[in-house]
């Protein structure tokens, strides 16, 4: 399945930087406003050990991880929802993607200019988060007009939708994100077919700079407000040193981890954030595996056996008479398929079966 996650922020808080850093791929890396004004694309692998010892277990040819497509999308500056710098265009592109990846700088620096003079990130979050509540505001209350209309007919489904933005509306009047509205499935399924930019999920990337004035290292004021902030809105993040990890992307595995404990950056963000966006969309991986390829397979938590099947190809779904499974530790601790058979560790599943993430798959037809 295709999933992609947009790279949002102000101008100059290191979208470019990170974007590069995920994908390998060169893009115009600026300190100026809207250095990237046509969103670059990348298709990034999702790290995962356990594919890499599916594939050595089995000697495979080919090795195929599962993937999520990142989008840098231009620096956004308030005013954006009614056409100020790129907003028409910074917001369209947003409405593409699955997700939103707000990166929000938490570092000081002189010779790195902030669009609002000073580094504060809250205040960045709350500038971003009002346009995209203002660009869902317009919309939705034009829909909201024409549906009023409409539904006096009495199409159930004019008034279903009706429903859904008669509450919708006013959170976003009151600045809050249309996701924050207490729906039912039925209703969240229509709301999505709203497109609304607030609906999106969202991962806030904290973004740190070695050597330099780090917020949560500071401990102040500013650090004291983002991390309320994070807490009470129970908003998912991570942090990440963008330049760092620009500078490490074409360096060998072996010899990363020597300049991280140099750079004093243990973690790998990058890893980090790809993992991070792949929990934020709600998705798991299953494999399969043999000789010719391991692959890992994207699917939503909570798909059943021939739902997953259908990530491979419709027959699977549409043909499905059950699935061979076995939990990927469980098979490399038989060491091949048929000696989990011997064991007795792998099981016969059916069509109710609800597929769980690291399960290594056969399928009948």
Same mark, same amino acid.
Do not use: C
């Given at each position: 399945?295709?999933?992609?996650?947009?790279?949002?922020?102000?101008?100059?808080?290191?979208?470019?930087?990170?974007?590069?850093?995920?994908?390998?791929?060169?893009?115009?890396?600026?300190?100026?406003?809207? &250095?990237?004004?046509?969103?670059?694309?990348?298709?990034?692998? @999702?790290?995962?050990?356990?594919?890499?010892?599916?594939?050595?277990?089995?000697?495979?040819?080919?090795?195929?991880?599962?993937?999520?497509?990142?989008?840098?999308?231009?620096?956004? @500056?308030?005013?954006?929802?009614?056409?100020?710098?790129?907003?028409?265009?910074?917001?369209?592109?947003?409405?593409?993607?699955?997700?939103?990846?707000?990166?929000?700088?938490?570092?000081?620096?002189?010779?790195?200019?902030?669009?609002?003079?000073?580094?504060?990130?809250?205040?960045?979050?709350?500038?971003?988060?009002?346009?995209?509540?203002?660009?869902?505001?317009?919309?939705?209350?034009?829909?909201?007009?024409?549906? /009023?209309?409409?539904?006096?007919?009495?199409?159930?489904?004019?008034?279903?939708?009706?429903?859904?933005?008669?509450?919708?509306?006013?959170?976003?009047?009151?600045? %809050?994100?249309?996701?924050?509205? &207490?729906?039912?499935?039925?209703?969240?399924?229509? &709301?999505?077919?709203?497109?609304?930019?607030?609906?999106?999920?969202?991962?806030?990337?904290?973004?740190?700079?070695?050597?330099?004035?780090?917020?949560?290292?500071?401990?102040?004021?500013?650090?004291?407000?983002?991390?309320?902030?994070?807490?009470?809105?129970?908003?998912?993040?991570?942090?990440?040193?963008?330049?760092?990890? %620009?500078?490490?992307?074409?360096?060998?595995?072996?010899?990363?981890?020597?300049? %991280?404990?140099?750079?004093?950056?243990?973690?790998?963000?990058?890893?980090?954030?790809?993992?991070?966006?792949?929990?934020?969309?709600?998705?798991?991986?299953?494999?399969?595996?043999?000789?010719?390829?391991?692959? &890992?397979?994207?699917?939503?938590?909570?798909?059943?056996?021939?739902?997953?099947?259908?990530?491979?190809?419709?027959?699977?779904?549409?043909?499905?008479?059950?699935?061979?499974?076995?939990?990927?530790?469980?098979?490399?601790?038989?060491?091949?398929?048929?000696?989990?058979? /011997?064991?007795?560790?792998?099981?016969?599943?059916?069509?109710?079966?609800?597929?769980?993430?690291?399960?290594?798959?056969?399928?009948?037809?």
């Amino acid at each position: 399945m295709s999933l992609s996650i947009g790279i949002v922020g102000l101008p100059n808080v290191g979208k470019s930087t990170l974007f590069k850093a995920l994908t390998k791929k060169e893009v115009l890396i600026a300190n100026y406003p809207f &250095a990237t004004v046509d969103p670059s694309v990348g298709v990034v692998p @999702v790290p995962d050990l356990r594919l890499d010892r599916l594939a050595e277990m089995s000697h495979s040819a080919k090795k195929i991880p599962a993937i999520v497509e990142f989008v840098d999308i231009a620096g956004l @500056v308030k005013g954006a929802s009614e056409g100020e710098g790129l907003g028409n265009q910074f917001l369209s592109h947003i409405r593409e993607v699955d997700a939103i990846a707000e990166v929000v700088r938490i570092f000081d620096d002189e010779d790195i200019h902030h669009v609002a003079g000073d580094v504060d990130p809250r205040y960045d979050i709350e500038v971003i988060d009002l346009e995209l509540v203002q660009a869902d505001l317009q919309s939705a209350e034009k829909r909201l007009d024409r549906v /009023e209309r409409d539904a006096k007919g009495g199409d159930k489904e004019l008034v279903a939708e009706r429903d859904v933005l008669r509450k919708i509306v006013p959170a976003l009047k009151a600045g %809050r994100a249309a996701r924050t509205v &207490a729906l039912d499935a039925n209703e969240k399924e229509r &709301a999505k077919a709203l497109h609304l930019l607030t609906m999106k999920p969202i991962l806030y990337v904290l973004n740190r700079k070695s050597g330099a004035v780090n917020i949560d290292a500071e401990g102040g004021e500013r650090w004291r407000e983002l991390k309320d902030f994070l807490e009470s809105s129970q908003g998912q993040y991570v942090f990440i040193d963008a330049g760092v990890e %620009r500078e490490l992307s074409d360096v060998g595995d072996q010899e990363r981890a020597d300049f %991280r404990r140099e750079l004093g950056v243990s973690e790998d963000g990058i890893n980090a954030l790809i993992k991070a966006g792949y929990v934020l969309l709600d998705l798991i991986s299953f494999f399969t595996t043999g000789e010719k390829e391991s692959r &890992a397979w994207t699917i939503r938590r909570g798909s059943t056996a021939p739902e997953a099947g259908a990530a491979i190809h419709t027959d699977f779904r549409d043909k499905f008479i059950r699935a061979d499974v076995i939990q990927w530790d469980k098979l490399l601790e038989a060491g091949s398929y048929a000696k989990a058979r /011997e064991k007795g560790w792998l099981r016969s599943e059916g069509k109710e079966y609800i597929v769980q993430d690291g399960d290594v798959m056969e399928f009948k037809i």
